[in-house]
């Protein structure tokens, strides 16, 4: 079984910084495009960030200059580094992989949320 697992969610204030970490783990052959999407309450879950496996990034124009994202393949885990944080940025964060788990078989999975919540 494949799992991913947030942690690194919280509160803080305005302006401030955290730096949310997801593992993978179980039976995995490979681990392509790794993601982090958002989902504040009464809104659709939307992508926040996402990294190739060769480190190539995008981000949302909301998030531009404020996040990074960031992968360390070896030890099957991805980042986000969030900077200058704002109260629109509080929401359930969730981690998603493309992963590999046999020659023939590329699945997507989601880890069960951390919750984000940036105080004015």
């Known amino acids: 079984q494949v799992q991913l697992e947030e942690s690194g969610g919280g509160l803080v204030q305005a302006g401030g910084s955290l730096r949310l970490s997801c593992a993978a783990s179980g039976s995995i052959f490979s681990i392509w495009d790794m993601a982090w999407y958002r989902q504040a309450p009464g809104k659709q879950r939307d992508l926040v960030a996402s990294i190739t496996s060769g480190k190539s990034a995008n981000y949302a124009d909301s998030v531009k200059g404020r996040f990074t994202i960031s992968r360390d393949n070896a030890k099957k885990m991805v980042y986000l580094q969030m900077n200058s944080l704002k109260p629109e940025d509080t929401a359930v964060y969730y981690c998603?992989?493309?992963?590999?788990?046999?020659?023939?078989?590329?699945?997507?999975?989601w880890g069960q949320g951390t919750q984000v919540t940036v105080s004015s």
């Open positions: 998603n992989a493309d992963i590999q788990s046999s020659p023939l078989r590329v699945q997507g999975y």
